[in-house]
Every structure is written in structure tokens, then in C-alpha cells.
């Protein structure tokens, strides 16, 4: 009998291994709930004891808090990067609104309801909650205030602006669980009508088909066309 292979085991840097972990956390948070972060679950996904992935996060409860913080961080990147190479912020603008209510945001929309929801008992959870509504505050806030600045916005308080435009797509997220399909386009559009009127925008500013919108970090320019 020819003897067993055994399979090479990979060694990985405990910054890498970590990462893995995180990523692997925040797919499965995505798609199944942020109840389905434990660390037996995460272990069973990398085909690894519980007790590694707990060598890293003493607790499920700071996996959870991680993997939100991951999903939610990579989608303000994607949505409202912080390093915008070309475009207008009127366009950086308008492409963050075509993005954030189109359909394939529904899963992170849901994340922030599972989050939110179970951050009530949870601390290490709710203080990761706290801090990416603070860092999505501070995003929107530094594009308005560049905005106003190129005297493409007019407002008095960037701040307070972007504070209704997050509260007005917070109801929408609220939805996400409801029939999205089927929503009027008036309601699907509140946020960026909020931001029209707030900073002094004609009506349609951020959906007319003929304004080209920056896509994030490859620094490439889409058509409104190309919305999800």
C-alpha cells in the first residue's frame, strides 16, 4: 500500500491568519446573520480547531464586533472612498447614491439591522456600531465640505447636512428586509432629494443620465447607466 499524502499545512504570519479569520467572519456575517458569527462556525469554515480562531478572539462576541467593523468599513471605502483621484463631489456625490440604494446593497443594509439590533446586550458590538456611523458622519461630512468649497454645494453646516442625508437613508435600510423591488422610485430617491435641497441643488442633480459618475478607487468613470 502506497503511503498516505498528506496535505502540505500552510503556515501562515498571525497577521494573515487574523485577516483570514476576519474575512471569512464578515462573508458569513453577510450572508447568514451576524448570530451565525461563532467561533466554531468560523472554525468549521477555514477547517480549523475552534481554539485557533479563539487564540485570536477570546470571545464570539469580539469575532462579531470585527466582522461588522470589516463589512462595514469595506462598504464606506467602496461607497464614499476617501481618496477620490478625479471627479467633481457633485459626481462623487451621485455616484454614492446610485450605489447605496441599489439592490446588491441589500445585504449590508440587513448587516446594520442584524447589528444594530444586537448591539443592545452586546458592548464590544455597539461601540464598533458607534464607531462606523462616526467614521460614515466624518466621510460624508469632508465630501460636502469639499463641495461647498468648490462652491458646488451651499450650506451652512456640512455636518447637519450630512446628518440628514444618513438619516434619511437609515429608513430606507430599515426596509431592507421588506419588498425593495417594488419601492417608488420618489422613496428610493429620498436621500439624494434630501441632499438636493439641502445644499441648493436643482432637483434631479444626482440622477441625470447624462452626468458621468467617478467609480471608487480605480479612478475610472462610469455612466449613471451602469448603476446596479
Known amino acids: 500500500m502506497p503511503p498516505s499524502v498528506q496535505r502540505k499545512r500552510i503556515r501562515r504570519t498571525p497577521a494573515a491568519r487574523r485577516a483570514e479569520i476576519v474575512g471569512t467572519a464578515a462573508a458569513v456575517a453577510l450572508a447568514e446573520g451576524l448570530e451565525c458569527v461563532t467561533l466554531r462556525r468560523i472554525g468549521e469554515e477555514l477547517g480549523v480547531r475552534p481554539g485557533l480562531i479563539s487564540h485570536y478572539f477570546p470571545s464570539a462576541d469580539?469575532?462579531?464586533?470585527?466582522?461588522?467593523?470589516?463589512?462595514?468599513?469595506?462598504?464606506?471605502?467602496?461607497?464614499?472612498?476617501?481618496?477620490?483621484?478625479?471627479g467633481t463631489p457633485t459626481l462623487h456625490l451621485g455616484w454614492f447614491f446610485a450605489r447605496a440604494s441599489g439592490e446588491s446593497y441589500d445585504n449590508i443594509s440587513r448587516l446594520w439591522i442584524n447589528a444594530r439590533h444586537l448591539s443592545r446586550d452586546r458592548t464590544v458590538l455597539r461601540d464598533r456600531v458607534a464607531e462606523q456611523e462616526a467614521?460614515?458622519?466624518?466621510?460624508?461630512?469632508?465630501?460636502?465640505?469639499?463641495?461647498?468649497?468648490?462652491?458646488?454645494?451651499?450650506?451652512?453646516?456640512p455636518y447637519m447636512t450630512s446628518l440628514q442625508i444618513l438619516v434619511a437613508l437609515d429608513g430606507l435600510e430599515a426596509q431592507a428586509n421588506s419588498d425593495t423591488l417594488n419601492r417608488p422610485a420618489a422613496v428610493s430617491r429620498m436621500a439624494a432629494t434630501t441632499a438636493e435641497r439641502e445644499l441648493g441643488l436643482p432637483e434631479g442633480a444626482f440622477t441625470r443620465?447624462?452626468?458621468p459618475l467617478a467609480a471608487p478607487l480605480t479612478g475610472q468613470v462610469v455612466s449613471s447607466h451602469s448603476r446596479p
Not at 462595514?72 to 461607497?79: F, I, K, N, R, T
Not at 463641495?147 to 453646516?157: A, H, I, K, S
Open 62 to 86: 469580539d469575532l462579531m464586533a470585527e466582522a461588522f467593523g470589516s463589512a462595514a468599513g469595506a462598504e464606506l471605502d467602496s461607497l464614499l472612498p476617501a481618496e477620490r483621484a478625479q
Open 209 to 211: 443620465t447624462d452626468a
Open 135 to 157: 467614521a460614515w458622519r466624518e466621510r460624508l461630512t469632508g465630501l460636502i465640505r469639499a463641495g461647498v468649497d468648490r462652491n458646488e454645494f451651499r450650506t451652512d453646516d
